[in-house]
């Protein structure tokens, strides 16, 4: 939520920097000036009602020490319409700071001063490329057909089970999994992570901290009846562990890291990107999030990209590295960078982690704060990135890698898995 200091003190600078998303916040930004005027007024006037009235209690007390009774019972009265008046005060105020609030949390973070308009992914910024350029053998095969020849997923199977955007990973696509969640984790974990296991659903207090809710709702599963969000990310819980706190500025940076599934309801995905592994509804991601001094947040932000693009290229994966353009970038978000990795069979990219730096509108909905040196309460900053999603990881390790009768596996994942590549299984002889 931004900071209603910023927009009182910078009103055009806000509406300049959100159009830059694409969001024409003027009318919001005139709504808000006029609430919290009145806010302001009412307040003025409920201080100094209060302040009257202390002050003929006062004297009420003085009228009955010398004995003038009924002057003390005159003033009683005047306490009497005083209070009266001075009730329905704090409700209207309550009423005006409730409007107040409805109209910050719908506007979305500023995106920051690196971040370039746009309307479209076609407008994002390429920042760099790397990893082997992949060459396929002839016959070369999506990772949906391979993982049926291998025994790997059975997306049928998950469609019965549940339904489509559910699959079902078996013997060594299991073991895979489990594979590449263990080294992504102990890659994160030697780089001063601390690894977390969080609920995997959250209340609505949550899901609004991290800027879920009111923005993306209808792309959660809910459980109505016991009004709780299954997560989308782990992102919610991790950031969600530090609402409400103050921490005192040598903590900094707090580092976590967890792995968990997810699980999005992509409402509106069809057609072939959505086949396979591309866009599922249930999917493992292993999540890195910093709490930091806002002073610091860009050299933890540059240092998280650095982070994340090791890991791939550790995979042996072609990747480029994207800087989102306003009109591309989440709700919350203020700067994010997009890592995709190319899938030779499918010939295009896939998105495999978002890094993004939040500044401080997810702090200040969770109230995350430090106090300076000076003892100033200060908002932090908060980062998130994901350090990976394994689906499209998995997908593109299967397609880049294939080769006639089994798929290499790059070298970090040997021990983890077991063997250096992922074999045909037998036919059975009748």
Same mark, same amino acid.
């Given at each position: 939520?931004?900071?209603?200091a910023?927009?009182?003190?910078q ?19 005139t709504r ?7 806010r ?7 201080? *100094? ?20 009774k ?13 209070k009266?008046?001075?009730g329905?005060l ?9 409007q107040?609030?409805?109209?910050l949390?719908?506007l979305p ?10 309307k ?23 990772h949906?057909?391979?993982a ?11 469609n019965?089970?549940?339904?489509s ?24 974990t030697s ?7 969080p ?10 901290g991290?800027g ?14 016991d ?13 969600n562990?530090?609402r ?8 900094l ?19 072939k990107?959505?086949?396979g ?5 249930q ?8 709490i930091?001094?806002?002073d ?9 990209v ?5 890991l ?31 899938s ?8 495999v ?7 401080s #509108? ?7 704060r ?9 908002l ?5 990135g ?17 080769r006639p009768? #089994?798929? *290499? ?9 077991g063997?250096e590549?992922?074999l ?6 009748a």
């Amino acid at each position: 939520m931004l900071q209603i200091a910023v927009i009182r003190q910078q009103p055009e600078f806000v509406k300049e920097r959100l159009l830059v998303k694409n969001f024409d916040a003027s009318a919001a930004i005139t709504r808000i000036l006029e609430l919290d005027a009145q806010r302001k007024r009412l307040q003025l006037e409920m201080e *100094s009602e209060q302040a009257g009235l202390n002050a003929i209690s006062r004297e009420i007390g003085q009228l009955m020490a010398k004995g003038e009774k009924e002057k003390a019972e005159e003033k009683k009265r005047e306490v009497t319409s005083l209070k009266s008046k001075l009730g329905f005060l704090p409700d209207a105020v309550k009423a005006i700071e409730d409007q107040l609030h409805q109209v910050l949390v719908s506007l979305p973070n500023l995106p920051s001063s690196q971040v370039a308009p746009g309307k479209t992914p076609n407008d994002n910024v390429l920042v760099r490329e790397g990893g082997p350029k992949t060459v396929l053998p002839a016959n070369a095969q999506a990772h949906w057909d391979l993982a049926r020849q291998y025994n790997l997923i059975d997306f049928e199977l998950g469609n019965k089970i549940t339904g489509s955007g559910f699959p079902v990973y078996i013997d060594k696509g299991a073991r895979l999994q489990r594979a590449m969640i263990q080294y992504f984790l102990d890659y994160n974990t030697s780089a001063g992570f601390v690894e977390y296991q969080p609920p995997l659903v959250v209340n609505e207090t949550s899901a609004y901290g991290t800027g879920q809710l009111p923005d993306k709702e209808g792309q959660m599963y809910y459980v109505t009846e016991d009004k709780l969000y299954l997560i989308p990310t782990s992102e919610v819980p991790l950031t969600n562990i530090l609402r409400d706190s103050i921490l005192n500025e040598k903590e900094l940076p707090v580092k976590m890291t967890a792995y968990t599934p997810c699980f999005r309801r992509e409402a509106g995905s069809y057609g072939k990107d959505v086949r396979g592994l591309n866009r599922l509804h249930q999917f493992d991601k292993v999540e890195i999030v910093q709490i930091v001094h806002p002073d610091k947040s860009y050299e933890a932000l540059e240092e998280m990209v650095n982070h994340v693009e090791k890991l791939l290229l550790s995979l042996d994966l072609p990747y480029r590295i994207l800087r989102l353009c306003g009109g591309d970038m989440s709700f919350a978000s203020a700067i994010t960078y997009d890592f995709e990795v190319f899938s030779a069979a499918q010939e295009k990219w896939l998105e495999v982690s978002s890094v993004s730096n939040f500044e401080s #509108f997810q702090t200040n909905r969770m109230k995350v704060r430090f106090k300076d040196e000076l003892g100033k309460m200060q908002l932090l900053h908060s980062l998130n990135g994901s350090s990976l999603a394994l689906p499209r990881i998995l997908a593109c390790l299967l397609e880049n890698h294939q080769r006639p009768d #089994f798929i *290499s596996l790059p070298k970090v994942l040997h021990k983890y898995f077991g063997a250096e590549s992922v074999l045909k299984p037998k036919l059975i002889q009748a």
